[in-house]
C-alpha cells in the first residue's frame, strides 16, 4: 500500500462572521477563512481533495490574516510540477461552490462525490445558496463523475468516510501517510470546532458543530466521531494549515 503526503495549498479566503464556523459562539467576530485545494502526493495516481475557488481574491490583508500565501489553481498546482490536465483523480469533501469551483479545469480527473452532493447542488435547499450546478455541469457531461453513497476506498490508503455534519453528503477523507493516518474533515471547520475553549468546556460541550449544519444535535456527535477517527484531524478551514507545506510537519 502506498503511504501519502498531505499538501494544504490555499486556493481562496472568505472574510465573514466567525459563528459562520462556531455554533452559538463568537458571532460579530470578523473571521478569515482559507480555503484549501489539497494535494494527496504518493502512488501513481494525481490526486486533490477539493478544487477551490476559481478565482482567489489575493491581498495582502488576507494574506496576513491566514498566515501564508493564496494561489491561484495554476499557480497552486504548479508548486508540485503539475497542470490541471494532469489531475488523475479528485475527491470532494462537499460541493459548495468554494469546494468545487476549479474542477472544470480537470478534463482528465475522474471525480468522487457522495450521490446526495449531486441531488443537492441540482435541487438545492432554499436555505443553502452555496451550491452552484453550474461549476459541476462540465464534469457531469464529460462523464467524469463517480457517486458513492457508503465509505468508500477510493485506492489503497485513501478512503471516504460519510460524515453529513455540514452537508448531507459530506465526505471525511482518511490517509495513510508514514507519520500515520490524516483525517480531512468532510465539514467546514476550525481548530477550535474540535477543541474548544475552557469556557466552551465549562459548558460540558467537548466540540463545536460547524456554523453551517444538517442539525446541531447530530452534528455534534459527527464531530465526536470523526475526532478519535485518525492520528491528527484536518478542519477544512483552519488557518494555521496555510503556512505548512506538508501535514503533518
Known sequence: MSSYKVHPI??????FDKGMMTYQHDYGTPYTIP???????GGDKNILVDTGEMQPIVSEDREKAIGGRIYTFEEGLAKYGLKPEDIDIIIHTHLHNDHCENDYKCPNATIYVHEKEMESVYNPHPLDFRYLEDYVDDAKENGQ???????TEVLPGITMIHTPAHTPGGMSV???TDKGSVLICGFCTILENLDPPKEVRAMEMEVIPPGTNTGPYEAYDILLKARDMADYVLPLHEPKWASMETIPE
Open 10 to 15: 490555499v486556493m481562496g479566503t472568505k472574510v
Open 174 to 176: 482518511k490517509i495513510e
Open 35 to 41: 480555503i484549501y485545494t489539497w494535494y494527496i502526493e
Open 145 to 151: 463523475i463517480v457517486t458513492v453513497n457508503k465509505d
